[in-house]
């Protein structure tokens, strides 16, 4: 029985592997800083302009300013969840750029490693390119919501670790289809995201709250943007940073699995 | 770099030899000449669930030579050098490459590796020059260095008007040649080429040759796989060839030809008359299809007795090759 838990050894190399992708990120710069631009405009418009007209605010809050916070934690979401599912799937399989990096220096530890680093770096970015239009339609509170920046990259981890066990035992890229629609865009919908976690069943908040690491990145990002701060952001904090943990172990471990036989 | 000297960690698997001071060294001396002991195999085993990839095989390569590997499909070949590439581990025996053992020091083995892989996996998010320059970093090249031989290296390669060129624009042929000038971005001692040339054109392959018998001449050790029996003639010191995980030969080119199929072959076309003739004049022979084939130190004998006594229609002769050696002892029968 191969262990999952046992700790990767991992060097500095895998900042290597996490610069390939960045040069390749801002080679075609275009093409990745269109995407969020378009996705905060789209959210705000549709979502808090759109619904906002009718839902003038939830609990004392202007409804944009409710949903604001949402709009970057998804976004931290799914770029670190597509990027190390699909984006890493495409670079381990069809390009066969694992295999041509572990021929270097480069054990595969770091080459997942640098893979979880980028697409947590990715989620960093994409909320570095949000937060302005965010702010231009003052929806979010200065200086606070600069603390998205940092929360951006240990919640971009935590989803991409979990992308990264996902691309570990998919048999095909087709097979990625069922995470991201199944767990990703449910997610997405029930982490007290565009409504309060509280209007569901008390069962299903506790659901959401065990096992949903949505809900917890979103209720801190809405502490800092709005501000809110209150005593349970460390409770987020510390469950965020144990899945964080457990998975990325669990996600180089399976990788290692997976690829060296 | 800390590289463990190859000194002192070989001990169970190398005749000790006393220097002239008396201390116990592993290398070999031949002829008043260090040979240096680049890969030492000792009952190397790779299994896959049930499969036996690499069945306990002994080997070493010295330094400076061109060691290949010849074998039908999966004889575990790709194995062997996977295992020495540090990427795959074995599962029982004792490796040794530089004489550090690849499951302890796999990124200080690597450093020094260069790899042309089977499958070409170069980065098609990069041109030729950025595939290099990505590949350089790896290996902890500065990038000033690495601009520079990533130069020298596309021209090696004569791949230099391709600098700016996307890898999904590149044939076959450029495709390996960049792939073998990534292999030499790190100045490797050793290169390990599984099927270099695979798929080539002559012009490409010969290229190919050129330039490995150009490194060969600059010291560097090459361990290579190949189904190209005039490949491997022309460009291996030493061979082995495998089947179902074993070694079954070890030599040189020519003298495993000398050894196992002798210095030529006659073949001739196939006829009731022939056939029965050479058995009665007590000649060995084997039939291949409509041919009859004769190993044999002279020709000039055997078709004299061919055509005195044995009415031929065809004859052929021809020196004897590799391939006649490989075929010999792999038999002709299809493997997948």
């Known amino acids: ?261 | 770099m800390f590289y463990p000297l190859l000194t002192g960690t070989l001990d169970y698997c190398l005749p000790q030899v006393r220097d002239f001071y008396g201390n116990i060294s592993n290398h070999w001396f031949i002829g008043g000449a260090q040979i240096q002991v680049i890969i030492e195999a000792q009952d190397l085993k790779k299994t896959f669930g049930d499969i036996i990839a690499v069945d306990s095989i002994s080997f070493s390569v010295k330094k400076g030579e061109v060691f290949g590997f010849l074998g039908p499909n999966g004889a575990g070949k790709t194995s062997t050098m996977k295992i020495i590439a540090c990427v795959s581990p074995r599962t029982s025996g004792a490796i040794r490459v530089f004489g550090m053992d690849p499951d302890n020091f796999p990124a200080e083995i690597k450093m020094r590796l260069g790899v042309v892989p089977q499958e070409t996996n170069l980065d098609p998010d990069f041109t030729c020059y950025g595939n290099l320059f990505t590949y350089s970093r790896y290996f902890d090249i500065p990038p000033d260095i690495a601009h520079q031989r990533t130069q020298e290296l596309l021209e090696f390669v004569q791949l230099q008007e391709k600098k700016d060129v996307a890898i999904e624009k590149l044939s076959g042929g450029m495709k390996r040649r960049l792939i073998l000038a990534r292999a030499l971005v790190n100045n490797p001692d050793l290169l390990i080429l599984d099927e270099p040339t695979i798929g080539l054109d002559p012009q490409a392959r010969h290229l190919i040759w050129e330039r490995l018998k150009l490194l060969q001449a600059q010291g560097n050790t090459i361990v290579l796989t190949t189904h190209y029996l005039d490949e491997a003639a022309r460009l291996c010191d030493r061979l082995v060839i495998m089947d179902n995980g074993k070694i079954l030969v070890e030599g040189s080119p020519v003298d495993l030809v000398k050894q196992y199929v002798g210095e030529e072959i006659v073949e001739v076309e196939k006829t009731e008359d022939v056939l029965s003739c050479l058995s009665g004049k007590n000649i060995p022979f084997e039939v291949i299809g409509e041919y009859v084939q004769i190993a044999t130190g002279s020709s000039r004998d055997v078709v004299r007795t061919l055509f005195d006594h044995c009415s031929p229609h065809k004859v052929l002769t021809r020196p004897a090759t590799l391939e006649d050696v490989f075929l010999k002892l792999t038999g002709r029968k299809l493997r997948e």
Request: aromatic share 16%; charged share 10%; proline share 6%.
């Open chain 1, 1 to 261: 029985m191969y262990r999952f838990w046992s700790i990767p050894r991992i060097t500095r190399r895998a900042w290597k592997v996490w610069h390939r992708n960045l040069v390749v990120f801002f080679r075609t710069w275009k093409v990745n800083f269109f995407p969020p631009l378009i996705e905060a405009f789209l959210y705000l418009f549709a979502i808090g302009m759109g619904i906002g007209t009718y839902v003038k605010e939830i609990d004392g809050i202007p409804y944009v300013n409710f949903i604001a916070p949402a709009i970057l934690a998804i976004s931290v979401m799914n770029s670190a969840f597509f990027e190390c599912t699909y984006g890493s799937y495409v670079r381990m399989y069809y390009q066969k750029s694992f295999d041509a990096m572990i021929a270097t220096p480069l054990s595969i530890e770091d080459v997942i490693a640098g893979e979880l680093l980028w697409g947590a770096t990715r989620s960093v970015l994409y909320v570095i390119i949000m937060l302005p239009v965010l702010a231009a339609f003052g929806v979010i509170s200065f200086p606070t919501y600069l603390l998205a920046i940092p929360l951006a990259f240990l919640g971009g981890l935590m989803f991409a670790s979990i992308a990264m066990c996902f691309t570990a035992i998919t048999p095909s890229i087709d097979t990625l289809n069922y995470p991201s629609f199944l767990l990703i865009t449910p997610m997405a919908l029930f982490s007290g995201t565009f409504f309060p976690l509280t209007l569901l069943p008390v069962l299903f908040q506790y659901i959401g709250l065990a096992f949903l690491p949505l809900t917890h990145l979103v209720a801190i990002m809405r502490m800092l943007t709005l501000p809110a701060l209150t005593g349970l952001l460390v409770l987020h904090l510390i469950w965020i940073i144990l899945v964080t943990a457990v998975f990325y172990i669990v996600a180089i471990n399976l990788m290692r699995r997976r690829l060296i036989v």
